[in-house]
């Protein structure tokens, strides 16, 4: 079945360590994004990618890196420059075109030992 | 740039009718409407466009209305698979990219 694969669905990490989270679409999808969920927050967006080898910051890039080396895969790394990382993290993918829904995946919860 | 949605939160009783409200400062492309569950991802509801147009769902339905920056999600004879956190995601430039409200927790109970 076609989807948006998230891996894991817990992390733990210690202070001072980057962690990668993984995003994965068999959807063929152009466009992908990562976002962060905090309690009462909604939904933010950190980066987000149109084509392969491109892509953009959102509103809360700091801490945080991404690459698109292919269609399927978008993963965010979550670096140690982030101060506050524990949070609930969504990847999301869109079809190129106007006025097309984002899909979500289950997300990752990340929390800091 | 983050819509505001009203209410916070609402409890209904199965078969009650609510609705929720989202509100931009800037001019609107789109309106995208999303429920989550708690942990869960997201789900898709439906796009509203520009042009005040109105969509439906089943007995979950939306309008649009462009001139006010507004949009108004309808639930009619509320379900208990209902409950959740709807989510309006607004897109400000046409280049799809959403802000996302702090959503409104609904809690249909039997």
């Known amino acids: 079945d076609g989807g948006i694969t998230q891996s894991p669905k817990y992390l733990f990490r210690k202070e001072g360590q980057n962690v990668t989270l993984s995003c994965e679409q068999n959807?063929?999808?152009?466009?992908m994004y990562w976002y962060r969920q905090d309690p009462g927050q909604g939904l933010r967006l950190i980066y987000y990618s149109q084509i392969v080898n491109d892509f953009q910051k959102g509103d809360i890039a700091e801490g945080y890196s991404v690459s698109r080396e292919k269609k399927e895969s978008f993963p965010l790394t979550v670096t140690s420059a982030q101060k506050n990382p524990t949070a609930f993290y969504l990847c999301?993918?869109?079809?190129?075109?106007?006025?097309?829904?984002?899909?979500f995946g289950d997300g990752t919860r990340l929390s800091i030992l | 740039q983050q819509p505001v949605q009203s209410p916070q939160a609402v409890i209904l009783r199965e078969g009650e009718d609510a609705v929720i409200n989202c509100s931009s400062s800037k001019a609107l492309y789109s309106v995208h409407w999303y429920r989550q569950k708690h942990g869960e991802a997201p789900v898709f509801l439906m796009i509203?466009?520009?042009?005040?147009e109105q969509k439906g769902h089943e007995k979950i339905s939306a309008s649009f209305n462009e001139k006010k920056q507004q949009s108004s999600l309808y639930l009619t004879a509320s379900q208990l698979s209902y409950s959740g956190t709807y989510f309006c995601?607004?897109?400000?430039?046409?280049?799809?990219?959403?802000?996302f409200g702090t959503g409104t927790r609904l809690t249909v109970i039997p």
């Open positions: 999301a993918s869109r079809r190129e075109g106007g006025n097309q829904p984002q899909h």
């Open positions: 509203l466009l520009k042009g005040g």
């Open positions: 959807l063929n999808h152009d466009a």
């Open positions: 995601g607004t897109d400000t430039s046409g280049a799809n990219n959403l802000f």
